[in-house]
């Protein structure tokens, strides 16, 4: 069984750091795309992240870019998200996705984890 | 980076009306175009792929279709459990996009 499992999230000040890891169990991790999807309190779905399955290529919302890093451990079947100088608009559920071989889309989802950044 | 719009925000329906959600992309996104349903408190579920490709264990009064940039997501005869939010997003680029989701509520 396919499962992804989030943690790390929790209460963060505006401006701190936070590491959120996601455990990937039932599938071999290291053939897929891997992704971060968020969803702020009342709104929408929000595409964050996602990383090759090699590593080897990264990208990112406009948003985030040069403070959120993506990274994953293909040994360790773990999903990353470092996230730094964070704002209160980062404030949000966390879902770690896994993308379906062909065509991109999120095939499984985890449940997510909230963060929550405080002013 | 390609910008995702659904129409309407939201729509307020009985069981058994049929259901239209329009998603359009502000570029050509040829047919990546992937449906989601979710419910409150839980994570989204893919519909469609695709374009028009059902998912395996969804329900085949959920159709969709449509490329390039307008696509079009069907419920032929609304059911108690499809009231929910849908969104759509494109997978044609690497930085993938959402639609600001349609809320389907109970009239």
């Known amino acids: 069984e396919v499962q992804l499992v989030e943690s790390g999230g929790g209460l963060v000040q505006r401006g701190g750091s936070l590491r959120l890891s996601c455990a990937a169990s039932?599938?071999?991790?290291?053939?897929?795309?891997m992704s971060w999807v968020r969803q702020a309190p009342g709104t929408g779905l929000e595409w964050v992240a996602n990383i090759r399955q090699d590593g080897s290529e990264k990208y990112y919302v406009d948003s985030v870019k040069g403070r959120f890093t993506i990274s994953r451990d293909n040994a360790k079947n773990s999903l990353s998200l470092q996230m730094n100088s964070l704002r209160a608009e980062d404030t949000a559920v966390y879902y770690c996705?896994?993308?379906?071989?062909?065509?991109?889309?999120?095939?499984?989802w985890g449940r997510g984890t909230l963060v929550t950044v405080s002013s | 980076d390609i910008q995702m719009t659904q129409s309407p925000s939201s729509l307020s329906a009985s069981v058994g009306d049929r259901v239209t959600i329009t998603c359009r992309a502000s570029?050509?996104?040829?047919?990546?175009l992937n449906w989601y349903q979710q419910k409150p408190g839980k994570a989204p579920k893919v519909l469609i792929f695709g374009a028009s490709t059902l998912q395996s264990g969804v329900p085949s009064r959920f159709s969709g279709s449509g490329s390039g940039t307008a696509f079009t997501l069907t419920i032929s005869s609304l059911q108690p459990e499809d009231f929910a939010t849908y969104y759509c997003?494109?997978?044609?680029?690497?930085?993938?996009?959402f639609g600001q989701g349609t809320k389907v509520e109970f009239k």
């Open positions: 039932g599938f071999t991790f290291s053939n897929y795309w």
């Open positions: 997003q494109q997978s044609y680029t690497t930085t993938r996009t």
């Open positions: 996705a896994r993308e379906a071989i062909y065509g991109g889309y999120v095939d499984f």
């Open positions: 570029q050509s996104i040829r047919n990546y």
